[in-house]
């Protein structure tokens, strides 16, 4: 069951809401920065802050010119055949690969018109930031556009298609629960969704993703990020991947399975997420992240909560570290 962070129950900060999700940037990851403070070679640690699939696809073997040359239009061709597939992307709702989610999210203010955005908190916190920076009133009264993340991070809740002129779906974690994709809503006139590539193939570091949806808007998006946004290798591995429905079957087995795990090995009160991360109440948040990187393991703890720390998956040996860890 889903509980959603609000109220002094899991130390929801109400009053600090509005100034914390425009100006703080907090994210997973920073293993450089708990390196400096716990010690130890950025080597020695165990990443649990981010919600990216430990066990990546398997990258293909590259071509020369995947390195070398421009990506020409066929390459760009193939890769929006195999995304309409894999999303099943209903006919009318127009396809833009893009060098990763967060590109999108930084100039999907540009892209729609309006001076008002309601982006229901808490979560990523990249979405109001964006929209900030480039002048728009982050409020929840009146407002031109709504931005969903589906499902929530970090807290794993799902949303309807918002109600209003403008509605942006985050979908970087639908794909482990693929039938609760919103993506059959793609063709009504102000509508776009967003896919990220990194999180559910584990290949952050590719810098893939997709906008799905009214054809006016992609077109305005397309022309803000420019030509060849999206690089040879992540064209071939990106095309070979969406292109591979049994090995994403297989992985949401095994990520349901190793998120039941987690929960099981903690011990701790779920407070939600999805199989590619979990939100636990730990009580005090601070003291278990500073108690986990004394182990050298790295956490995701948050401005508007005391209580409340996200971890993603360990694979391998990371789950006999951090059992000892906790033990």
Same mark, same amino acid.
């Given at each position: 069951?889903?509980?959603?962070?609000?109220?002094?129950?899991?130390?929801?900060?109400?009053?600090?809401?509005?100034?914390?999700?425009?100006?703080?940037?907090?994210?997973?990851?920073?293993?450089?920065?708990?390196?400096?403070?716990?010690?130890?070679?950025?080597?020695?640690?165990?990443?649990?802050?981010?919600?990216?699939?430990?066990?990546?696809?398997?990258?293909?073997?590259?071509?020369?010119?995947?390195?070398?040359?421009?990506?020409?239009?066929?390459?760009?061709?193939?890769?929006?055949?195999?995304?309409?597939?894999?999303?099943?992307?209903?006919?009318?709702?127009?396809?833009?690969?893009?060098?990763?989610?967060?590109?999108?999210?930084?100039?999907?203010?540009?892209?729609?018109?309006?001076?008002?955005?309601?982006?229901?908190?808490?979560?990523?916190?990249?979405?109001?930031?964006? #929209? %900030?920076?480039?002048?728009? @009133?982050?409020? +929840?009264?009146? *407002?031109?556009? /709504?931005?969903?993340? $589906?499902?929530?991070? !970090?807290?794993?809740?799902?949303?309807?298609?918002?109600?209003?002129? #403008? %509605?942006?779906?985050?979908? @970087?974690?639908? +794909?482990?629960? *693929?039938?609760? /994709?919103?993506?059959? $809503?793609?063709?009504? !006139?102000?509508?776009?969704?967003?896919?990220?590539?990194?999180?559910?193939?584990?290949?952050?570091?590719?810098?893939?993703?997709?906008?799905?949806?009214?054809?006016?808007?992609?077109?305005?998006?397309?022309?803000?990020?420019?030509?060849?946004?999206?690089?040879?290798?992540?064209?071939?591995?990106?095309?070979?991947?969406?292109?591979?429905?049994?090995?994403?079957?297989?992985?949401?087995?095994?990520?349901?399975?190793?998120?039941?795990?987690?929960?099981?090995?903690?011990?701790?009160?779920?407070?939600?997420?999805?199989?590619?991360?979990?939100?636990?109440?730990?009580?005090?948040?601070?003291?278990?992240?500073?108690?986990?990187?004394?182990?050298?393991?790295?956490?995701?703890?948050?401005?508007?909560?005391?209580?409340?720390?996200?971890?993603?998956?360990?694979?391998?040996?990371?789950?006999?570290?951090?059992?000892?860890?906790?033990?």
């Amino acid at each position: 069951m889903i509980r959603v962070a609000t109220g002094t129950g899991t130390g929801f900060n109400t009053d600090m809401q509005d100034t914390l999700r425009i100006a703080t940037a907090d994210h997973g990851g920073g293993i450089d920065a708990a390196a400096a403070r716990f010690g130890g070679a950025r080597a020695d640690w165990l990443d649990l802050s981010t919600g990216i699939n430990p066990r990546a696809y398997p990258l293909p073997a590259f071509a020369p010119d995947a390195w070398t040359a421009l990506p020409d239009h066929a390459a760009f061709a193939r890769l929006k055949a195999a995304a309409r597939a894999f999303w099943h992307v209903p006919d009318g709702a127009a396809v833009l690969a893009a060098p990763g989610a967060s590109a999108l999210i930084a100039r999907m203010p540009a892209v729609l018109q309006g001076a008002r955005v309601h982006i229901p908190q808490p979560t990523y916190n990249e979405h109001a930031r964006a #929209f %900030a920076a480039q002048g728009w @009133s982050v409020t +929840d009264h009146a *407002p031109d556009a /709504t931005v969903v993340v $589906h499902p929530n991070n !970090p807290d794993g809740r799902r949303h309807a298609v918002p109600d209003t002129r #403008f %509605a942006v779906i985050d979908e @970087s974690f639908c +794909d482990v629960t *693929p039938a609760e /994709t919103l993506i059959a $809503h793609a063709t009504r !006139p102000g509508v776009l969704v967003l896919k990220s590539f990194g999180k559910f193939w584990g290949l952050a570091g590719l810098r893939l993703g997709f906008l799905i949806g009214d054809a006016d808007l992609v077109a305005r998006m397309e022309s803000l990020i420019g030509p060849w946004a999206v690089s040879g290798p992540a064209l071939t591995a990106g095309t070979m991947a969406l292109n591979d429905p049994a090995w994403a079957e297989t992985t949401r087995a095994r990520l349901a399975k190793d998120a039941a795990r987690l929960d099981a090995l903690t011990g701790w009160a779920v407070v939600g997420g999805t199989s590619l991360f979990r939100l636990y109440d730990v009580g005090d948040a601070v003291g278990m992240q500073a108690h986990l990187a004394k182990h050298h393991i790295w956490t995701r703890i948050f401005p508007w909560s005391d209580r409340l720390i996200r971890l993603g998956l360990p694979d391998g040996a990371g789950w006999d570290r951090l059992q000892r860890a906790l033990a």
